[in-house]
C-alpha cells in the first residue's frame, strides 16, 4: 500500500524558513517523480514543484511563484522527500502535500504569520 | 504557465442525474488532462488522466473526454457519496496547472 506521511508544518513569522518532510513507502521510491503540492484553505491546489526519478538523474523543476525560495530535494536510502521553504510570505500559508502519481498524502498545515 | 478554467463553479444535481463539468487549456495541452476529486477528510484523489483514462478504482459512472484546449468530466447517475469538490490538472507541461473547482452539490 503507497503510504506518503508528511511532517514539519507549523507557524513560520514572515521571512522565516522551514522544511518540510515526506516519508513514503509502500513502492520503489527510485522508480518515481515526487512532488510537492499545496493548497490554501477553501482555495484550488497549486502544484510547486517536482523531483525526477532516478532514471532521470533526479532533476527538478519549480513552479515560477516559488523558484528561488523552494528546494525539492530527496534521501533515497530513507525514502524521504523534503522540501525547503524560505523567505517565507503569508500567502505561503497553506496545507501541504507531497504525491506520487496517483497519490497525495494527507498533508501538513503550514501558517505564516506574525 | 498554461491557465485552466473551469466551469461552472457550482453545481446542484441530484442522485440518480447525470452532470458534466467543463475544463478549457489556455493552450493546447494534447491529452494530458487530470480530474481529481476532493472530499472533507481525505486525500485528493486521482479520478483521470490522459484525458480518459480511468484510474484503478474509479467506477464506471465516470467519464473524461477532450483533446487540445477542451474537457469534459461527465458522472453519469450520481451516487451520494460523489457529491464532492472537481479539480482538472494539466500535465502536459510544467508547472502542472490546476482549476479553480467545481463544486457538486446536493439539490
Known amino acids: 500500500e503507497v503510504k506518503l506521511l508528511e511532517s514539519g508544518g507549523g507557524l513560520v513569522q514572515p521571512g522565516g524558513s522551514l522544511r518540510l518532510s515526506c516519508a513514503a513507502s509502500?513502492?520503489?521510491?527510485?522508480?518515481?517523480?515526487m512532488s510537492w503540492i499545496r493548497q490554501p484553505p477553501g482555495k484550488a491546489p497549486e502544484w510547486l514543484g517536482v523531483i525526477r526519478n532516478k532514471a532521470n538523474g533526479y532533476t527538478t523543476e519549480y513552479n515560477p511563484s516559488v523558484k528561488g525560495r523552494f528546494t525539492i530535494s530527496r534521501d533515497n536510502t530513507q525514502n524521504i522527500l523534503y522540501l525547503q521553504m524560505n523567505t517565507l510570505r503569508a500567502e505561503d500559508t497553506a496545507i501541504y502535500y507531497c504525491?506520487?502519481?496517483?497519490?497525495w498524502g494527507q498533508g501538513v498545515m503550514v501558517t505564516v504569520s506574525s | 504557465d498554461v491557465q485552466m478554467t473551469q466551469s461552472p463553479s457550482y453545481l446542484a444535481a441530484s442522485p440518480g442525474e447525470s452532470v458534466s463539468i467543463s475544463c478549457k487549456a489556455s493552450?493546447?495541452?494534447?491529452?494530458?488532462l487530470a480530474w481529481y476529486q476532493e472530499k472533507p477528510g481525505k486525500t485528493n484523489k486521482l479520478l483521470i488522466y490522459s484525458g480518459s483514462t480511468l484510474q484503478s478504482g474509479t467506477p464506471s459512472r465516470f467519464s473524461g473526454s477532450g483533446s487540445g484546449t477542451d474537457f469534459t468530466l461527465t458522472i453519469r447517475s450520481l451516487e451520494p457519496e460523489d457529491f464532492a469538490v472537481y479539480y482538472c490538472q494539466q500535465h502536459n507541461e510544467y508547472p502542472h496547472t490546476f482549476g479553480a473547482g467545481t463544486k457538486l452539490e446536493l439539490k
Open positions: 493552450k493546447s495541452i494534447n491529452t494530458y
Open positions: 509502500g513502492f520503489t521510491f527510485t522508480d518515481f517523480y
Open positions: 504525491a506520487r502519481w496517483g497519490y
